[in-house]
């Protein structure tokens, strides 16, 4: 899924401070949340899914594993179930 396709789930993260799987977000990745938000030139790069944690974010902002919890364990295989 591209990152235009997740917008409201990125939204929903930053506001409520939590992955969709209801861990907190740390400071650094609330900062990558808005990081993705304001970036509208790559809206149409891949989002991309912590397999730990559950944060979803862009692929471009997560080059070392994620950035909530540090995870290597990354997919960017979305499905309709990963977002709202």
Same mark, same amino acid.
């Given at each position: 899924?591209?990152?235009?396709?997740?917008?409201?789930?990125?939204?929903?993260?930053?506001?409520?401070?939590?992955?969709?799987?209801?861990?907190? $977000?740390?400071?650094?990745?609330?900062? /990558?949340?808005?990081?993705?938000?304001?970036?509208?030139?790559?809206?149409? &790069? +891949?989002? =991309?899914?912590?397999?730990?944690?559950?944060?979803?974010?862009?692929? $471009?902002?997560?080059?070392?594993?994620? /950035?909530?919890?540090?995870?290597?364990?990354?997919?960017?295989?979305?499905? &309709? +179930?990963? =977002?709202?």
């Amino acid at each position: 899924m591209k990152i235009s396709e997740v917008i409201k789930i990125l939204m929903a993260e930053q506001l409520f401070k939590r992955t969709p799987k209801g861990r907190k $977000l740390t400071e650094f990745a609330i900062e /990558n949340i808005v990081a993705a938000l304001e970036d509208k030139k790559n809206y149409d &790069q +891949q989002a =991309i899914k912590c397999m730990n944690c559950g944060l979803i974010t862009s692929s $471009l902002l997560v080059p070392e594993g994620c /950035n909530n919890c540090g995870s290597k364990d990354l997919t960017t295989e979305l499905t &309709q +179930q990963d =977002i709202l």
